[in-house]
Every structure is written in structure tokens, then in C-alpha cells.
């Protein structure tokens, strides 16, 4: 789609309810954002899902819609709700009551990237804040809302992939079986964005795939699976955060000498999650490792 915010890959033929996204890998920075920003090119993209785009390509592929931001989230967050507005960073703006994300800067239009390093110096209008919001948020959502809504109308049940990756650093503190560091982590906002059968199903993939995975901590999911997650009715959304240190340098933001054959890896897990709603809110097959 010619000036539209997002690159939406449809499978030949649609063979799966299972919906998969990427609101932050998208590097595309506007002309604007890299004159006023205080960031050199390497600080600004330190929030970004990278290259996470290219480890997903092979979604349609699996009979699976695939939908991945263009623009960054230094630009517009799309894990964040459209009212989610920063009066720190936003001129002309209430001062109204907001939540830990806005505070800390992470709002919908960020004010920091990641280690709290200001993007900007002063602040930006609120009708340049609209503009941002219209041009990407809008039409994302719009996208994302009516995949969801045709895998569920075409299937009888949907599975909202919203995939993410995470800082190593993340995960440092952490140790599950056998003392392993988590390289998965599977958000369902602990419990309510989705059913413990399309977890279990879930975690199955990865773990075939020979991943360690945990749920929930550090990261329960945001906003699109809050939004998006109506398990009761047969629609699930699932966050999952990926270990960037599997697959790229993070001081340099380039894929390292394993990005291949995690790709590879990653595959495996991800055509059995396509698997999961194939007819009527069934596997196809069992899920099992290929």
C-alpha cells in the first residue's frame, strides 16, 4: 500500500485464524523526527523491535496474515492506547490523570527511548501529536481490527500474535528450570487476553522448537492484547517477547552470525502457532516439534 504506515502481507490463500503483528519494528524515521531529535541514529532505534520484521517473513507462507508497522516507535508507540498522551512532551495538554507508561515517558507519541533518554529537546504541539496519531496509529488499528475480525468470521475463533522483542538485559535477573534464563516470554495479561488452552498450545510451539519460555514476567503484555483479547467470545491475543541476543548485536543493531539459523529455529515454532486455528477453532494437527 503506496504512503500507508505498515507493510500487510496476506498468505495466497488465507488457511489460518491466527493473526500476526509487529507495531515496533518498523524504522522508517521521518525526516522531521531525526532534525529534532537530540539522539544520534544508533540511541534512537534502541526501542526498536529490530530486524524483527525480517525473522517473521515467512508467515504468509503458513497461511497466516502478517502485519508490521513501517513506522518507528520513537515516531508513534502502537502498544500504546490513542489517548495515552504525555503532557511532559505534548504542548497545550490537560494535565490529566495518566498511568506508569505515560509518566515515564512511554507514552503513545514517546518522549524517551530506551534508558530514559529524552528524544527531543522541549516539547511538540498537540495538532503535530493529532497529525502523528491519524496518520499511523489510525490506519494500524484499522488494519489490525479487521484481520482479527475476518480470522474469527472466517474460522469461528482468532489468536492475536503481537510480537515483540526484548533487551538481554531484560531477562538478566532471571532463572527458571534448571536455573535457564527465559528466551520467550508469552504475555496473556495474566489470563485475561486469552484461553489457558491457546497458551498451553502456545508455549507447546516454542518449546518444541527448543525454547525456554515463561509467562508473564517481566512482561504481561500492553495495550493490543488488552484491547484485542476477548477470550470468552473465541478472541485470544498473546504478546511474545523475544530474546534479542538470539539473533542480533544490540550495542550495534545488526543481526549477528546466528540470525539465520535462529530464523530457521524460530520458523518451527511459528508455523505450528499458524497451526493453532485452522478449522472452526481446532489444530489442524496436534502440535508437535517438525
Request: hydrophobic share 40%; glycine share 6%.
Amino acid at each position: 500500500m503506496p504512503n500507508a504506515p505498515f507493510d500487510l502481507i496476506l498468505p495466497r490463500r488465507l488457511a489460518s485464524g491466527v493473526v500476526f503483528a509487529s507495531p515496533h519494528s518498523g524504522r522508517d524515521y521521518p525526516a522531521d523526527l531525526l532534525r529534532r531529535t537530540m539522539l544520534d541514529e544508533r540511541a534512537i532505534r534502541s526501542s526498536e523491535d529490530a530486524f524483527l520484521d525480517l525473522l517473521l517473513a515467512d508467515v504468509p507462507d503458513f497461511g497466516a496474515p502478517l502485519l508490521l508497522a513501517r513506522m518507528p516507535r520513537a515516531y508513534v508507540d502502537l502498544n500504546r492506547a490513542r489517548d495515552e498522551l504525555d503532557p511532559a512532551l505534548i504542548a497545550d495538554l490537560d494535565h490529566r490523570p495518566h498511568n506508569p507508561r505515560v509518566a515515564a515517558g512511554l507514552g503513545v507519541i514517546p518522549r524517551v527511548v530506551a534508558g530514559s533518554r529524552a528524544i527531543y529537546r522541549g516539547k511538540i504541539r498537540r495538532d503535530e501529536a493529532e497529525k502523528r496519531l491519524q496518520a499511523v496509529w489510525d490506519p494500524y488499528h484499522a488494519c489490525l481490527r479487521d484481520l482479527v475480525r475476518t480470522a474469527h468470521q472466517a474460522f469461528g475463533e482468532s489468536v492475536l500474535i503481537d510480537m515483540h522483542s526484548m533487551p538481554h538485559d531484560a531477562i538478566s535477573g532471571f532463572s527458571i528450570r534448571g536455573g535457564r534464563r527465559p528466551e520467550i516470554v508469552i504475555g496473556d495479561r495474566y489470563g485475561s487476553s486469552a484461553s489457558p488452552r491457546v497458551i498451553a498450545q502456545i508455549e507447546q510451539a516454542f518449546e518444541s522448537a527448543g525454547f525456554c519460555t515463561t509467562r508473564n514476567s517481566p512482561f504481561a503484555g500492553a495495550y493490543t492484547i488488552q484491547a484485542y483479547g476477548r477470550p470468552v467470545r473465541g478472541i485470544h491475543a498473546v504478546q511474545i517477547e523475544i530474546d534479542r541476543a538470539l539473533y542480533m548485536d544490540e550495542t550495534l543493531i545488526a543481526p549477528h552470525a546466528g540470525f539465520d539459523a535462529f530464523r530457521r529455529r524460530l520458523n518451527v515454532a511459528l508455523r505450528q502457532l499458524a497451526d493453532i486455528v485452522r478449522h472452526g477453532g481446532t489444530a489442524a494437527r496436534p502440535i508437535a516439534a517438525e
